[in-house]
């Protein structure tokens, strides 16, 4: 029972490893596996923590203060100076005790913790932006390693496909040699071309399991060997790169940022109280340990900062400025690098058209040459010649539909897809 359980275990993660690869499913399983992608939680975190802060400042404050102290000098009053039968004042006690509890309850703040609520809010959705523009880069590199083991598999078809036909040959010709109608450097020339074929195929090889390693780390999981990597043509979008909504989520936080400094110059109103007991208590000439409680309201005005929340707003006005340059910098490379891609597709559209029709020409060579080879009118060289220029063809046509959807689909990426 245990063996057969471990089979269907050993079957089912098989079958899930072999299954097609496709870029899009590439893509999502990048953007889930980045590391950064879990800052987007982090984020929202920090931002909920810092909003419950601002909300507290509503909230009383309570303060426990205790204080001792001992002085060189009280004040005193001379009672024999005033007319006044059996007057007498005491004078207060050099050493001195106080426990107070103060409390302080925040009424109106102006808008500051309401105008820092909004913010931090403002600083959370960039934030984020930002991240979504890290993970959006992901593309650029995981489609790159997909359409490039996508061409060495269809570079290695093709190459296979001539060995199989060197290979068909050799056989005809070792029996040629054997019988004394071919010679033997038609035998050795076909051997060292199927011997270079069989290293390429292995180099190649060896490539796609590199390629397909590095796919696998950025996708975090393992990709089988032998999976097929589905590619397709696709249709190109338009523009709806991340980039921009991070510039205008930088805008938002510049403008509220500015909206914020108003707040900080009006009035703060609060509602304080004091309870204690201490000797003194209120009374500064009793000797004697007294409660005593002080109630009152209270009110701040910043009239004038010596400009300070001018040239606040006037370094606003400098970030809005550098953010609109880096926005317009970016505008630039997209539309160079749009420029670049847009030629490079239109340049292998114009080959696929004249591919089919070398290919039919190539093809039309190769099997005269060999019949010539087979009757002996021409040596191993210009046959295998012929037949690698007709296997090219076929490859540069092969590498000309996989490079076309490769340039469309990055297109795709410097539009925003």
């Known amino acids: 029972m245990r063996r057969f359980i471990l089979f269907l275990l050993f079957w089912g993660t098989s079958i899930a490893y072999s299954q097609d690869v496709r870029l899009l499913q590439c893509w999502e399983k990048a953007e889930q596996n980045y590391p950064r992608a879990k800052d987007r939680e982090d984020y929202e975190r920090i931002a909920n923590l810092r909003v419950k802060n601002y909300r507290a400042v509503y909230l009383p404050k309570v303060d426990v203060n205790a204080q001792a102290t001992y002085q060189s000098d009280v004040t005193q009053v001379d009672a024999s100076r005033i007319p006044i039968p059996n007057f007498n004042i005491g004078s207060p006690a050099k050493d001195q005790y106080k426990l107070t509890a103060d409390i302080s309850q925040l009424i109106w703040d102006g808008g500051a913790a309401k105008a820092s609520e909004k913010l931090e809010m403002a600083s959370l959705y960039a934030d984020k932006q930002q991240v979504e523009v890290d993970l959006y880069n992901l593309k650029g590199r995981v489609a790159q390693l997909f359409y490039s083991v996508a061409l060495k598999r269809e570079q290695i078809k093709l190459q296979r496909a001539l060995k199989s036909d060197l290979d068909e040959k050799m056989k005809r010709t070792i029996s040629g040699v054997r019988n004394g109608a071919t010679l033997k450097a038609n035998e050795l020339l076909l051997r060292s071309e199927i011997l270079k074929l069989t290293q390429e195929i292995n180099g190649a090889e060896n490539e796609i399991n590199g390629l397909i390693d590095a796919l696998s780390i950025l996708v975090g999981e393992p990709i089988s060997r032998i999976a097929e990597f589905v590619w397709v043509d696709v249709a190109m979008t338009e523009i709806s790169r991340p980039e921009y909504m991070l510039f205008q989520k930088q805008k ?123 009757n002996g009118a021409i040596d191993a060289a210009d046959y295998v010649g012929r037949q690698t220029e007709l296997k090219q063809a076929e490859l540069n046509r092969e590498m000309h539909r996989v490079m076309l959807s490769f340039s469309k689909v990055n297109i795709n990426i410097i539009k925003g897809k």
């Open 252 to 374: 938002d936080r510049i403008e509220i940022l500015n909206e914020s400094y108003t707040s900080k110059r009006m009035p703060k109103i609060a509602a304080f109280g004091q309870v204690g007991y201490g000797k003194p208590g209120l009374n500064m000439f009793s000797t004697s340990f007294d409660p005593f409680y002080i109630v009152g309201l209270k009110a701040s005005w910043n009239i004038f900062d010596w400009n300070s929340t001018k040239r606040d707003r006037q370094s606003l006005r400098l970030l809005q400025n550098m953010v609109d340059t880096r926005q317009a910098m970016f505008e630039i490379s997209q539309k160079m690098e749009l420029a670049q891609e847009s030629s490079t597709v239109a340049k292998f559209e114009s080959l696929l058209k004249t591919d089919e029709e070398l290919i039919t020409a190539r093809q039309e060579v190769a099997k005269a040459y060999s019949v010539m080879y087979d």
